[in-house]
């Protein structure tokens, strides 16, 4: 695996090509995989896991990517583990990374219900996940709300208090049925604790936004 940093940027350089000819929607874009790339470098280094893993892992992650609504969504996750290994052999990406790479990328995924067996899955997991939070995660939510069609609340009951999500239907209701359970999904300390942070924010977001709607 490159050795300096000059041999790194050339095989992101061939990830970020390879990226280029998929398809994707705007809260999985190339400046997501970005994201997510620069912070799984980041707990890669506090966990010490593999950087031969982890950042091939971060950059094909959504190698393959399908629409949140679509009835196949779970199974993206190993479509994209099976589009990155396929890629990378073909490439000449060292042989002896490639199986846990794969893993990383199938593990990722929120619905894909693969546990992350090695440090380097659980790096690339929360680093995704992370990416979902803050004030990035809120852009992001909407995003894919907007691209969905979604009312944005449940004029009712528009913080889920007396009902359970439906974020299918309501954009907002997507904060109660996932994002801010993230935190507690957390596979390492260092994204653990910048979930809790990012989380933390978002609930202040959502405290404004109450004052802002409230209608009575």
Known sequence: MPSSTDAWGLWEDRFADFLDFQTADAAHDRAHVE?????????AQSETAQMDVVMPAAWLHDCVVLPKDAPDRASAARRAADTARDFLTDEGYPEQWIPDIEHAI????YSGGTEPETAEAKVVQDAD????????GIARCFTVGGALDQSLYNPDDPFCDDRAPEDDAYTLDHFYA??????????????????????????????????????D
């Open 106 to 109: 199938a593990a990722h995924s």
């Open 35 to 43: 994201r997510v790339a620069a912070t799984a470098r980041r707990l």
């Open 178 to 215: 996932k994002l801010l359970r993230l935190p507690e999904t957390m596979r390492t300390d260092a994204g653990r604790t910048e979930a809790k942070r990012r989380a933390a924010y978002m609930r202040s977001y959502l405290e404004r936004l109450d004052g802002e709607i409230d209608t």
């Open 129 to 136: 996940r992370l990416d979902a939070l803050g004030a990035i």
